[in-house]
């Protein structure tokens, strides 16, 4: 999950966005979206379903159906499903063919790129302090063999940017105090360092690879808070606001401020193009341990309830409503 501090942007009053409950009964956290944002998919099984297997729910509400009959890790466009084995060796299924090869994660899930044509995987020491660890970061085009292009500390994959560049963050020596949070080409090898930090949390890219949230804490003063950075380079932008954020879209994000007082969570909204937030509503609800998601085409918010463990489905108002 993308974020979360504390503090509080000033929230405006809100009113309450309508919302209807798609799965009810506890059964379903963790929910996601289907990429043509039509419907959820969940992890379940018995004794509320007849075997365990990831089933999906229309957006809309309506009957339950089995998507998949094994579990496994699904890529965000479902084209490929990662099977983790008990060795080294990972297994991934291209759905469309059955056509399968296997990487040597050691058990850990992937990082696809957009097109999910290639992807990058960590190896890291299994002992010692984070701090310290050593990752060793690979990529390798799908069928094909894998190719270390990175050793850091106490860091990882953020994501890919574009087909050739990873957002990564990390120490350049396990003795450092401070992280980096950088670009890499892996084709060429450049790197751009963004930001420097005690650490980075919150690590989410946008949409379009063009800009990346993240927040620092515990650091300086003049480090700590919530950050809006071009991934290009460029100047970076401190929001004044902290809380669980979302992208909508390449140029919106989305916040519940967190409200130590308690209360409906708020649906805030950031325009990174013009610098300004707007008040969407608030949910009349609260969203339980941060699951909450966005669907892909931007119109819709899912999240799980904090007053009855329901799924419930919000439809984002657009400029003007």
Same mark, same amino acid.
């Given at each position: 999950?993308a *974020?979360?501090a504390f503090?509080? /942007?000033? &929230?405006?009053?809100? *009113?309450t966005?309508? &919302?209807?409950?798609?799965?009810?009964? %506890?059964c379903?956290?963790g929910?996601?979206?289907?990429?043509d944002?039509?419907?959820?998919?969940?992890?379940?099984?018995?004794?509320?379903? !007849? @075997?365990?297997?990831?089933?999906q729910?229309?957006a +809309?509400?309506?009957p339950?159906?089995?998507?998949?009959?094994s579990?496994?890790y699904f @890529?965000p466009?479902?084209r490929?499903a990662v099977?983790?084995?008990t /060795?080294e060796? #990972?297994?991934l =299924?291209r759905?469309?063919?059955?056509?399968?090869? #296997?990487?040597? %994660?050691?058990?850990?899930?992937?990082?696809?790129n957009?097109a =999910?044509?290639?992807?990058a995987?960590?190896? @890291?020491?299994?002992t010692g302090?984070?701090?310290?660890?050593? %990752?060793?970061?690979?990529?390798a085009?799908?069928?094909?063999a894998?190719?270390q292009?990175a050793?850091?500390y !106490?860091g990882?994959?953020? /994501?890919?940017l574009?087909d &050739?560049t990873?957002?990564l963050?990390?120490k350049? +020596?396990?003795?450092?105090?401070?992280?980096d949070?950088?670009?890499?080409n892996?084709?060429?090898g450049?790197r751009?360092?963004?930001a420097?930090a005690?650490?980075?949390?919150g690590?989410?890219?946008?949409?379009?690879?063009?800009?990346v949230?993240?927040?620092v804490?515990?650091?300086?003063?003049?480090?700590n808070g919530?950050?809006?950075?071009? %991934?290009?380079?460029?100047? &970076?932008r401190k929001l004044?606001?902290?809380?669980?954020y979302?992208?909508?879209d390449a140029?919106r994000?989305?916040l519940i401020?967190?409200?130590?007082?308690g209360?409906?969570?708020v649906l805030?909204e950031?325009?990174?193009r013009?610098n300004?937030?707007?008040t969407?509503g608030?949910?009349?609800?609260?969203?339980?341990?941060?699951?909450?998601s966005?669907?892909?085409?931007?119109?819709k918010? *899912?999240?799980?309830?904090?007053?009855?463990? +329901?799924?419930r489905v919000?439809e984002?108002? =657009?400029n /003007?409503?």
């Open positions: 999950m *974020a979360l503090a509080l /942007g000033a &929230s405006a009053l809100a *009113a966005l309508p &919302s209807k409950a798609v799965l009810s009964g %506890t379903c956290p929910a996601v979206w289907t990429p944002s039509r419907a959820l998919l969940f992890l379940d099984g018995p004794p509320a379903r !007849g @075997s365990t297997g990831i089933y729910v229309p +809309n509400g309506g339950v159906t089995r998507r998949f009959s579990v496994a @890529s466009l479902l490929w099977r983790p084995g /060795g060796a #990972t297994t =299924e759905l469309a063919d059955g056509r399968k090869f #296997t990487l040597p %994660t050691y058990g850990g899930d992937v990082t696809w957009a =999910e044509t290639r992807l995987y960590t190896r @890291s020491a299994t302090n984070f701090d310290r660890r050593s %990752t060793r970061v690979f990529v085009d799908v069928f094909g894998p190719r292009v050793t850091l !106490g990882g994959v953020g /994501g890919w574009n &050739s990873l957002l963050t990390g350049r +020596n396990p003795g450092d105090r401070d992280r949070l950088y670009t890499l892996t084709r060429t450049a751009r360092t963004l420097t005690l650490s980075f949390r690590l989410s890219v946008s949409p379009d690879g063009a800009r949230v993240y927040y804490a515990f650091d300086s003063a003049a480090r919530l950050w809006l950075r071009p %991934t290009a380079g460029g100047a &970076s004044d606001a902290f809380g669980s979302r992208w909508r140029n994000l989305l401020p967190l409200t130590p007082g209360g409906p969570h805030r950031y325009d990174v013009t300004t937030w707007r969407l608030d949910l009349g609800d609260q969203v339980r341990q941060g699951d909450w966005v669907s892909p085409d931007g119109k918010v *899912a999240y799980l309830s904090a007053r009855d463990g +329901n799924v919000v984002l108002p =657009e /003007g409503d």
